[in-house]
């Protein structure tokens, strides 16, 4: 069930089935109950997590203020993946939007495949760059028009 799902995700639909079980035996599912907090924001992140079932909230804890949402991701889409480039801490706090069920795969797992399969290497790579890609260009639209907001007052 979980291997059809994941053909349908992005990252993994370049996949050939040897490459998706490959990715599968190194992950594991995870259900999380609303409120849930899957990432904290500093922790060390180790995993790329696909979500399956469910919403996943990603915020920034703002001080004195409390969580600002950045955005709720659906079934299919994931988090972690900076973390997975840099190494560094979690940039964000990831919470169970809903009660949702996730994938998660160690980034030493990912790295491992991506070093013994270079062709999976490649393709992991274009998927990550045309998801990052996406969301820069969102964060490029709401920081424009959060300056022209700030302009009217």
Avoid at 68 to 77: D, K, R, S, V
Avoid at 117 to 146: M, Y
Wanted: charged share 25%; net charge negative.
């Amino acid at each position: 069930m979980i291997q059809e799902f994941l053909r349908q995700v992005p990252l993994f639909a370049e996949l050939d089935d040897d490459e998706l079980a490959r990715v599968l035996m190194a992950g594991l599912v995870r259900r999380y109950p609303e409120g849930a907090l899957i990432i904290r924001e500093g922790a060390e992140a180790s995993q790329l997590h696909v979500i399956h079932e469910g919403r996943v909230r990603i915020g920034k804890v703002v001080p004195g203020v409390g969580e600002e949402a950045l955005a709720i991701l659906e079934p299919g889409q994931f988090f972690g993946e900076i973390e997975f480039f840099d190494g560094a801490a979690a940039s964000a706090q990831a919470v169970a939007h809903e009660d949702c069920e996730v994938l998660a795969i160690p980034h030493r797992e990912i790295r491992a495949l991506m070093d013994s399969r270079p062709e999976i290497g490649a393709k992991f790579l274009w998927a990550f760059a045309r998801t990052l890609a996406g969301r820069l260009r969102d964060t490029n639209h709401r920081v424009a028009s959060l300056l022209a907001i700030s302009r009217t007052f």
